[in-house]
């Protein structure tokens, strides 16, 4: 029998959309206010959830402290008042739309759950904007 867990975490974070070799005008039409050359900022919400067996001994899918603890290091730590675009490595050549911070975020996770666990990211730019990355 599969369940599936999930920690809830939050991280505020500036970012800009854009793509270096494309014009003003271009990317202004493409990502409009997105596009600030000031940055913008988000208050970004973000659903880790993991699903899998729960163990016989523990009762647990995962420890929810472990994830607690792999998310505040590999999310919060990483990203939290953080310009993406300036200060998070994965984004110097990657633009920091919610689909690519997902990714990245699943990337980040993924390597610290064991691998029988799936793993789903949802993230939330906006209380209406959201997506949702499970790996592949």
Known sequence: MKIKVSRRAHFNA??????????FEKNDAVFGKCNNPNFHGHNYELIVSVTGEI???TGYVID?????????SEVEEAFDHKNLNVDVPEFKTLNPTAENIAVVIYNK????????????????ETPRNFVTYCGG
Do not use: V
Request: aromatic fraction near 8%; glycine fraction near 0%.
């Open 14 to 23: 500036a970012h800009r959309l854009y793509k270096a070799d494309w014009s």
């Open 55 to 57: 163990d016989k001994e």
């Open 64 to 72: 929810m402290k472990e994830l607690k603890d792999i998310i505040k």
């Open 109 to 124: 996770i993924k390597p610290h759950i064991e691998q029988d666990l799936e793993l789903e990211i949802t993230l939330y």
